[in-house]
């Protein structure tokens, strides 16, 4: 770990969500900002950095307003040190992430230190990932280049064209011996012909371009989503899914539009910005010099408010994803906003936040009139310089009408491509920093991969499972072991229960045995083979099958439910699976039957249809081993009874390991084990641990005892 030491920041909200915000001084990148939490006046302070090798050694700190809801502060009576933890939070600089926060401390002199997690590397945008995506569309890109070269080199040729035609106009006044109609139709129609050509040429590559933008982000995502769910369980653990979400949606999206933005603005803005001015020269070096002197200052303020102007305009947009997160989480958790009659509450949250983000969006819209008001002047001003400084040159004989209107057209293709190029250059910072977040997942590859390489036995397996001297910490939690030196046999068709003390460690017994998580010490066995050596989708798939607490149904039909447990299976399978399970009689007397839609995560069936869904699912493959983590605990009593008679039918011939809560339902188990500080204490049959008089047989009574009151 690393610290960044920021010294003398003053917290002027203690208590209330805290926000970093820092600018680099004297360096090359020039912001760095700690992007969580909600914004407010603050103060400023001065820092600097400790980090070995760091090459950013001085930032300025602006502390302001306060922590996130979900960052915990510990401590803080006066004077005593004060401590926010940030959780998963970013450092960004320049728009790019930086590094990934672990915690914020302050101490009673407001010294603030961020401590950084080094495991989490900084993405880099890596070009030979990026050439892999382009290198298929090669060809259209390179089309879709040449045809904006060609556009851009006919729209340097428009404005002398425009000249040609102006100085026949005028020549026509001086003389009129000559047909007005043969003097004009031929640098006319030379000027309508490059008018077509050159929206011909542009049409082609936005066509072009926009494809090859859009198929390059749809095998972004494909990728990236592929990436995502190889990944294995702890990486879920420590990354948030809205922020995966993010980099799916948000983040290509950004990079697409950078991307198409870059190539075809950029191209066309260089080349017509230095062709231009070799004609503005080429007319007229004397108001070239004027132009050069005048433009750039325009240039560069409009440059300046602009991206004041789009910093406003990110500030606003942020404020809109806020106050949509905020309805988001209330509408997505209605019953519980309803259950706690919380609406009031929730109303009062989301007015506040789109009263805000009407705020800043009004003083947005104000800045954007004030600025497009001002622009306005000033090009008209130019025109008015231009002309009367050209008039000037005219009535000297110095430059012909047309030559002025050449360069008026010029130079304002000019000012248009300036003012492009400074927008693109944005935008290509966002896009980089997008771009890298989307390949930082691309590369990553899983601790415990899905498949690839594993063995899958030839031999029918009996299903017996040995845990050897298994210890395990959580990823997350490297500090707090679970399991230690844990042994466990599950004999071939016979039933495991495994009891306990809540958070004693029996649901990360079944999530070793699925291999969501490998142990950190000794080995799991499946019929005397190491399960890492096994194929994991072959494991996961065909062998062991798995129901908890509470069954997790996808928003489609109860026929596609069923059949992801095995998604080549024939309705009748389907069918045959949900009679096991005690299904069939309730799917039937829905109007729809197996089409019923059951809604979004099954929220229009009962706690015990979903539970007996759930247990088809897993039944359609025949697994050898079946997990059953508390299935009946979330359920009432007639709903645990036909889930409990849909379990015993479903038990039999297979290997269980049965994670019990409710002790009455596992009486009858060929095996009950007890477990205590990361491993077995006393096993045996429910009589003969009765008997015993130790460890269950106080559990029994505990649950016995709360159960009478
Ligand atoms: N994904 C996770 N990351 C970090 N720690 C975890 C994770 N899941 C569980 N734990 C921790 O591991 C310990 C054991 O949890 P586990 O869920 O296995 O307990 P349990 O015996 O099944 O509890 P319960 O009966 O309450 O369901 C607990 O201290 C818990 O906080």
């Not at 062709?275 to 108001?287: A, D, H, M, N, R």
């Not at 072959?538 to 069923?562: A, D, T």
């Amino acid at each position: 770990m690393f610290q960044l030491l920021c010294c003398r920041a003053s917290i002027t909200a203690p208590g209330r969500p805290l926000l970093l915000y820092s600018r680099i001084n004297k360096t090359a990148a020039d912001k760095w900002k700690l992007s969580r939490g909600f914004k407010s006046p603050g103060s400023k302070g001065y820092s600097s950095s400790q980090q070995p090798g760091n090459t950013v050694s001085r930032a300025w700190f602006f502390t302001k307003g306060a922590v996130r809801q979900s960052a915990t502060r510990t401590s803080k009576p006066p004077g005593v040190a004060l401590r926010f933890i940030l959780g998963p939070a970013v450092l960004t600089v320049s728009g790019r992430l930086f590094c990934h926060v672990a915690y914020c401390e302050a101490d009673e002199n407001n010294n603030i230190s961020l401590e950084v997690d080094p495991k989490t590397p900084v993405p880099d945008f890596k070009w030979h990932i990026l050439w892999e995506f382009v290198k298929p569309q090669l060809l259209a890109l390179v089309s879709a280049v040449v045809l904006a070269f060609g556009a851009a080199i006919l729209n340097i040729h428009i404005p002398l064209m425009l000249g040609d035609l102006v100085n026949v106009v005028a020549r026509f006044l001086r003389d009129q011996s000559r047909s007005y109609v043969q003097e004009i139709q031929g640098p006319a129609l030379k000027l309508l012909g490059l008018y077509i050509f050159q929206g011909l040429l542009t049409s082609g590559y936005i066509i072009l371009l926009s494809r090859v933008g859009e198929r390059v982000a749809a095998d972004m995502r494909k990728t990236l989503f592929a990436s995502l769910l190889r990944q294995d369980v702890a990486f879920f653990d420590a990354n948030k899914t809205g922020q995966l979400v993010n980099r799916l949606t948000a983040d290509i999206q950004e990079f697409k539009s950078s991307f198409k933005l870059v190539i075809s603005q950029g191209l066309r803005s260089i080349t017509q910005t230095v062709g231009c001015f070799f004609s503005l020269y080429v007319i007229s070096p004397k108001l070239t010099g004027l132009t050069v002197v005048v433009l750039p200052c325009l240039v560069g303020a409009g440059a300046l408010i602009g991206s004041f102007l789009r910093k406003l305009s990110r500030l606003a947009q942020e404020q809109v994803a806020k106050a949509t997160a905020v309805a988001d989480e209330a509408l997505g958790n209605v019953r519980t906003v309803k259950a706690f009659a919380m609406e009031e509450r929730e109303l009062q949250l989301y007015a506040y936040e789109v009263d805000k983000s009407c705020e800043m969006n009004e003083n947005l819209g104000a800045g954007i009139a004030v600025f497009q008001g001002l622009s306005n002047i000033a090009l008209n001003c130019i025109v008015l310089g231009t002309i009367f400084a050209g008039g000037t040159l005219i009535s000297s004989n110095e430059m012909s009408p047309g030559d002025l209107m050449s360069f008026l057209v010029a130079s304002q293709t000019v000012q248009r491509s300036l003012a492009s190029i400074s927008i693109l250059f944005g935008q290509m910072v966002r896009g980089i920093s997008s771009g890298a977040r989307v390949f930082e997942y691309l590369t990553l590859k899983p601790t415990i991969p899905n498949s690839g390489g594993g063995r899958i036995p030839y031999h029918s397996l009996t299903g017996r499972v040995d845990f050897m001297n298994i210890s395990f910490s959580y990823p997350t939690r490297p500090g707090h072991q679970v399991l230690n030196k844990f042994n466990l046999t599950l004999p071939p068709s016979k039933t495991v229960a495994i009891v306990g003390e809540s958070g004693g460690g029996k649901s990360t017994i079944a999530s070793l045995l699925e291999r969501f998580y490998d142990p950190t010490n000794g080995v799991i066995m499946l019929d005397g083979l190491d399960i890492r050596t096994l194929d994991l989708s072959w494991l996961r798939g065909q062998v062991i099958g798995f129901i908890n607490q509470e069954p997790v149904l996808f928003g489609s039909s109860i026929m596609e439910n069923i059949r992801f447990g095995m998604p080549e299976a024939t309705d009748a399978e389907v069918i045959s699976a949900a009679k096991q399970a005690n299904a069939h009689g309730f799917i039937t007397a829905f109007p729809d039957g197996y089409n019923t839609f059951v809604g979004e995560r099954g929220v229009t069936l009962s706690g015990g249809q979903k539970q007996r869904i759930a247990i088809a699912r897993a039944l359609i493959k025949n697994p050898s081993i079946l997990v059953l983590d508390e299935a009946t605990s979330a359920l009432d009593a007639e709903s645990e009874r036909v889930v409990q008679e849909a379990l015993d039918r479903a038990t039999r011939g297979r290997t269980v390991l049965i994670i019990a809560h409710r002790l009455s339902t596992i009486q009858a188990a060929d095996l009950i084990c007890v477990i205590s500080n990361g491993h077995i204490v006393e096993a045996g049959t429910h009589l003969e641990l009765l008997g015993r008089g130790g460890l269950y047989s106080d559990l029994i009574r505990r649950q016995r005892a709360e159960e009478q009151k």
